[in-house]
């Protein structure tokens, strides 16, 4: 017995009706008796398909009593198989909005190339006004820049699981550095493009900035990446992009005069908050590096005080010496 569910028939009517489409946009006609018997359904079926494309879709079909067939009477070339409110028009908006830190990639055009599909099935008009458009923006401090030909062979190799070459510049030094790298990974963070790879000659996992990368090159060597590598897993130790091999307790304490701005956000997956009589707040992180968390917590100003450990005190009382020394009237 044939499924009766309303999802069930819901498929196959959608199917039926883009084969009724795909039949009349190339300015065929279209008999509903002859149709019917072709697909072995009722007649019946296929009159309901029909005025449901006319009166629903809008689908500019007309029936000629001279071949007792349906016809387009315009061109159509886009079965508009996407119905969409406004509240989903405007979600989508903000959607390709969101794309802005694949600018300048191959992926970017791609995406845009889908979004206009989308809109282009849309059924009828979805008006968005000039308030919808700049009700919403994204913008960061500091949008790395995008290269693109460096991503655009890295994500190649990354699906062909190719090793690749490229030259690398550390930024505290002087010169490029050859590297061969096996591509594991490609993420945003800190407004930025990263590769995460096992660099072959150092035997090691070990992330490398894209804008820092040049001559990017796809060897004829593969490789298999392995079972037990998980991006989520490199990066859980990590406050953004150096992981560190260090088991560190962070704690912070935070004035109560910018408490509430600290709570606003999810720092790390491992914080803890724990707010005081006094209206300040205490912020718990376990991180393998202390590099990323001295410079985090120097942004604060004098409203962050470090507790633990030892080790970010006294990176923090030597580099807050400097800085006095630098500014010192």
């Known amino acids: 017995m044939p499924n009766s569910t309303p999802g069930f028939r819901s498929r196959f009517s959608v199917e039926r009706m883009m084969r009724i489409h795909e039949r009349l946009r190339h300015g065929a006609s279209l008999n509903c008796t002859q149709f019917a018997t072709e697909l072995d359904v009722s007649r019946k079926t296929i009159q309901r398909d029909i005025d449901h494309m006319r009166d629903r879709m809008g689908l500019p079909l007309e029936y000629e009593c001279s071949t007792h067939s349906y016809v387009y009477t315009t061109p159509v070339e886009a079965f508009p198989t996407v119905q969409m409110s406004e509240g989903d028009a405007f979600a989508l908006l903000v959607a390709e909005r969101a794309l802005e830190p694949l600018r300048g990639t191959p992926l970017f055009d791609r995406l845009q190339s889908t979004f206009q599909k989308l809109t282009a099935n849309l059924k009828g008009p979805v008006d968005l006004t000039p308030a919808d458009h700049d009700a919403v923006s994204f913008s960061q401090f500091g949008e790395g820049r995008t290269n693109a030909q460096a991503f655009d062979t890295l994500q190649k ?3 062909q699981h190719q090793e690749v070459t ?3 510049k550390k930024p505290d030094s002087s010169s490029a550095e050859e590297r061969r790298v096996r591509p594991y990974h490609l993420t945003h963070r800190e407004n ?9 000659v150092r035997d090691a996992i070990r992330t490398f900035a894209l ?5 990017v090159k796809l060897t ?8 037990d590598f998980s991006p989520d897993e490199f990066f859980a130790s990590a406050l953004g992009v150096v992981a560190g091999a260090g088991n560190y307790d962070i704690h912070i304490r935070f004035d109560a ?3 509430e701005r600290v709570t606003e956000r999810d720092w790390h997956e491992s914080q803890q908050l724990t707010p005081r009589p006094d209206g300040s707040i205490d912020l718990h992180l376990r991180l393998g590096s202390l590099f990323e968390i001295e ?4 942004g604060w100003g004098a409203a962050a005080e470090v507790i633990g450990p030892s080790e970010l005190r006294q990176q923090l009382t030597s580099t807050t010496a400097k800085l006095a020394s630098r500014y010192h009237a």
């Open 157 to 159: 190799a990354h699906a």
């Open 166 to 168: 490229f030259s690398y």
């Open 192 to 200: 930025l493009w990263y590769l995460v790879g096992h660099d072959t």
């Open 211 to 215: 804008p820092r990368m040049a001559d």
């Open 220 to 227: 004829r060597k593969k490789f298999d990446l392995p079972d």
């Open 257 to 259: 005069s910018i408490a």
């Open 295 to 298: 410079r985090w917590v120097l």
